[in-house]
């Protein structure tokens, strides 16, 4: 059996390496540029997905955040990402539209930045597919942060800390436009909210997290008549997509259109989730609607009568208490944990 | 002793068969081909902040003209392309011709060139941040609507006058999205490349030619034709490319 002491050699040399390699994975992991950031998914959840080049590390979440909340990423160094995007306004900005470097002023509403990870677009045109490319509109907007991005790396680079953390979160040996695009977007990523009293209520078995007017206003909410979660259902109270609700007859800002070019796109905006909706008025795309009584009107009402108007927006009539009902439910939609987590705010 | 025979006969068959094509192949043939583009306002070289009177008394004045150019091939006789580069971004800022040569180009008969005007959909869809900071692509360029996360193909800002007495008034062409990529095939000089030799290809892109296209003339000094950022007046951005692709004439 000359063969056989080959064979067993082979064998043996495969399973060696075959030990080795998976060790090798396991080691990556270890290794604190590799080390997985702890994140835990509320309850009713999907998977997070998550691009190739883009793990969740510790050290780029940590490096994302830091970004996220120093102005030295606008011309003047006077605006961050905080500046619009507020924690305890559920990362929108309180304004009607924003108001960027020089006090610009842009045309549309900050939208909330919550679990970003499961949106198909971003933008309220979705003119942006992914978060690491959103990083670079507002860096570049005249009236956000009105840097090139040629100068925001050269500053980075020149910085103290930055560069050792850039090494550190990427195996790069200078900032560079692609590490600040992805510590960004990791950071966002974790920006993570379902623990409202609504999601203790259908994914907790909390039967008590919502009272009974709160429970009242749910049914309407889901009821077929008043529509809404055509639009504002599923785990994120929001779909993927673009919609025209009806704000307008005549629209100023063609929303969707912008991008497509596409004239039946005309007043289609990205539809919003309404988690923590209770306290990031004003709302819609141009913060026009200042509080939820005036959502609700809207609502009701049946909208302006667009072209593009989806037929899902036709009008409803309630009583005071149900009106009131529906009110309260959407202040249910307000997740404490997220508004108030340390891992989120500025250090 | 047998084995020994055994191997000699098996080497010399084998010897035998490699050398059964009949002599050495003949040594491949390389030689080199250099592509130029020269910008021109009414047949002379562009420079930025400098006056160029057109021919139809009017005047023009640039502050920059960028554009990418990409999938720059050699049409081969049996029309599929030889690639020679990628893509570049010219820009005639500081020059008004843009040059480059490529090397260990095969010898032999060529239809033409083409390239793209643009970028098609595969190369627009791609992500800025991902690219080195000297790549045409990267996002340290300024050639990108971070809004749409798409690329600028063409930048052209500058000053129109329509007659000589009147005072200037700015003029913005930026134009991208897919559709307006134009893919340009030039098939009037077929060439040949001979061993060791270098073909030059020349081009032109003339000013002149690009507003007063004879079958479309866009008023540059007229505020109704002199803005497009593509989206805000698509048609203008469509004539303004059209007429961009069209002016680009080999010498």
């Not at chain 1, 995007?85 to 539209?97: E, K, W």
């Not at chain 1, 077929?224 to 704000?247: A, M, P, Q, V, Y």
Request: proline letters at 6%; charged letters at 20%.
């Amino acid at each position: 059996m000359p063969a056989a002491p080959f064979i067993r050699q082979a064998m043996l040399a495969l399973g060696i390496s075959l030990i080795l390699s998976s060790c090798r994975q396991d080691d990556l992991l270890r290794m604190p540029m590799y080390e997985p950031y702890p994140l835990e998914l509320p309850p009713g959840f999907p998977d997070m997905p998550v691009p190739d080049d883009n793990p969740l590390t510790t050290r780029r979440v940590a490096l994302g955040k830091k970004l996220f909340y120093d102005p030295l990423l606008s011309i003047d160094s006077t605006v961050s990402c905080a500046t619009c995007h507020l924690q305890n306004l559920g990362f929108t900005d309180g304004n009607r539209v924003s108001e960027g470097v020089h006090g610009g002023l842009g045309f549309r509403n900050a939208p909330a930045l919550v679990n970003l990870a499961w949106n198909e677009d971003y933008m309220r045109d979705g003119g942006v597919p992914t978060l690491e490319l959103q990083v670079l509109a507002p860096v570049a907007a005249e009236v956000e942060m009105g840097i090139n991005f040629k100068e925001l790396v050269d500053r980075l680079n020149l910085d103290p800390t930055y560069p050792q953390l850039f090494r550190e979160a990427f195996d790069r040996d200078e900032v560079d436009a692609f590490g600040i695009t992805r510590a960004l977007a990791a950071f966002e990523r974790i920006l993570v909210s379902g623990n409202n009293p609504y999601d203790q209520y259908r994914f907790q078995g909390k039967t008590e997290a919502l009272n009974a007017s709160e429970q009242r206003g749910m049914l309407l909410f889901e009821s077929n008549e008043l529509g809404c979660t055509h639009c504002h259902g599923g785990f994120d109270l929001r779909k993927n997509g673009f919609e025209n609700n009806g704000l307008y007859a005549q629209y100023v800002d063609s929303g969707r259109t912008r991008v497509t070019l596409n004239p039946d796109e005309r007043g289609k905006f990205k539809v919003p989730s309404l988690r923590n909706v209770a306290v990031t008025a004003p709302y819609m795309h141009d913060g026009s609607l200042t509080d939820l009584w005036q959502v609700i009107d809207h609502y009701a009402s049946g909208g302006k009568g667009h072209p593009n108007q989806s037929e899902f927006i036709t009008g409803f009539t309630l009583t005071t208490t149900e009106r009131t009902d529906l009110y309260n439910f959407l202040h249910a939609l307000t997740d404490q944990d997220f508004l108030q987590n340390p891992a989120f705010s500025e250090e | 002793m047998k084995n020994i025979y055994f191997t000699i006969i098996i080497s010399l068959l084998v010897l035998l068969a490699a050398s059964c094509g009949g002599g050495p192949d003949p040594e491949p043939e390389y030689g080199s081909v250099t592509f130029n583009l020269t910008a021109k306002v009414a047949g002379q070289d562009i420079a930025m902040n400098q006056s160029f009177n057109d021919q139809a008394g009017g005047r023009m004045k640039f502050d920059q003209f960028k554009f990418y150019l990409s999938r720059l091939e050699l049409i081969q006789e049996d029309n599929s392309g030889y690639p020679l580069q990628l893509v570049d971004l010219l820009d005639f800022s500081s020059a008004p011709s843009y040059s480059v040569t490529f090397h260990n180009i095969p010898a032999g008969n060529y239809k033409g060139l083409r390239f793209g005007l643009g970028l098609d959909d595969s190369l627009n869809a791609l992500d800025p941040s991902t690219f080195g900071s000297s790549h045409p692509l990267s996002s340290l360029t300024n050639m990108y609507w971070s809004w749409s996360s798409k690329y600028i193909f063409v930048k052209l800002d500058g000053y129109g006058d329509s007659d000589l007495s009147g005072s200037f008034t700015t003029f913005i062409y930026h134009t991208g999205l897919d559709s307006l990529y134009r893919e340009l095939s030039f098939t009037d000089q077929p060439f040949t490349l001979a061993n060791e030799q270098t073909v030059v290809t020349s081009f032109s892109l003339d000013f002149q030619d690009v507003f007063y296209n004879p079958s479309d003339t866009i008023r540059f000094w007229d505020v109704n034709e002199n803005f497009t950022h593509t989206t805000g007046d698509f048609p203008l951005a469509q004539r303004f490319q059209n007429n961009v692709a069209a002016a680009i004439k080999q010498n």
